[in-house]
T-cell receptor, first 114, second 115 residues
Framework: AQKVTQAQTEISVVEKEDVTLDCVYETRDTTYYLFWYKQPPSGELVFLIR??????QNEISGRYSWNFQKSTSSFNFTITASQVVDSAVYFCALSEVGGNQFYFGTGTSLTVIP | GAGVSQSPSNKVTEKGKDVELRCDPISGHTALYWYRQSLGQGLEFLIY????????KSGLPSDRFSAERTGGSVSTLTIQRTQQEDSAVYLCASSLVADRRETQYFGPGTRLLVL
């Protein structure tokens, strides 16, 4: 079974629209970390956020926000007022403390149309 | 400061040849990872160097793949007798400490094309 599921393979939005990228994870550990990375067309993955399993507070950073809900095992990422520069592939990842493993989802390709 | 660098950025080789891919992690980072990203796919873990401990090689797809990390810094991923299915982007990442909870910082990748 997939440890990290990003069901949305590709999303297209028009500039200035809001968009939410879904991430659902699976783990039996009580302590784990969740990550989001951005991979722009240049190819280099850029770290966006790390969240530990004990911190369910939502986080906002500029136009980016993350909604962590343990009850649904989800860690969704919302971009508000999207811009063309947001076009990239976004990866969600899970790190389990107990198993010392690191899992990436298959990514969501976001295209923002001007 | 300098990030993770990888070389070459692109490599085209013929089937059956050996290739070496290089990764220079961020200075002072203890852990180093190699991943493979095939076209349109997620990241496939290959190998993890965790400081002075034995590397985790559980992700290497075959014995044609090997990696070294000399002096706790630079790493080389070697693919022997390359096959067309080896064509992919090979990504290197490093983290400050040898703990998979740590944030990984990625290099730009090496795009390998096996003809």
């Amino acid at each position: 079974a997939q440890k990290v599921t990003q069901a949305q393979t590709e999303i297209s939005v028009v500039e200035k629209e809001d968009v939410t990228l879904d991430c659902v994870y699976e783990t039996r550990d009580t302590t784990y970390y969740l990550f989001w990375y951005k991979q722009p067309p240049s190819g280099e993955l850029v770290f966006l956020i790390r969240r530990n399993s004990f911190d369910e507070q939502n986080e906002i950073s500029g136009r980016y926000s993350w909604n962590f809900q343990k009850s649904t095992s989800s860690f969704n990422f919302t971009i508000t007022a999207s811009q063309v520069v947001d076009s990239a592939v976004y990866f969600c990842a899970l790190s389990e403390v107990g198993g010392n493993q690191f899992y990436f989802g298959t990514g969501t390709s976001l295209t923002v149309i001007p | 400061g300098a990030g993770v660098s990888q070389s070459p950025s692109n490599k085209v080789t013929e089937k059956g040849k050996d290739v070496e891919l290089r990764c220079d992690p961020i200075s002072g980072h203890t852990a180093l990872y190699w991943y493979r990203q095939s076209l349109g796919q997620g990241l496939e873990f290959l190998i993890y160097f965790q400081g002075n401990s034995a590397p985790d090689k559980s992700g290497l797809p075959s014995d044609r793949f090997s990696a070294e990390r000399t002096g706790g810094s630079v790493s080389t991923l070697t693919i022997q007798r390359t096959q067309q299915e080896d064509s992919a982007v090979y990504l290197c990442a490093s983290s400050l400490v040898a703990d998979r909870r740590e944030t990984q910082y990625f290099g730009p990748g090496t795009r390998l094309l096996v003809l």
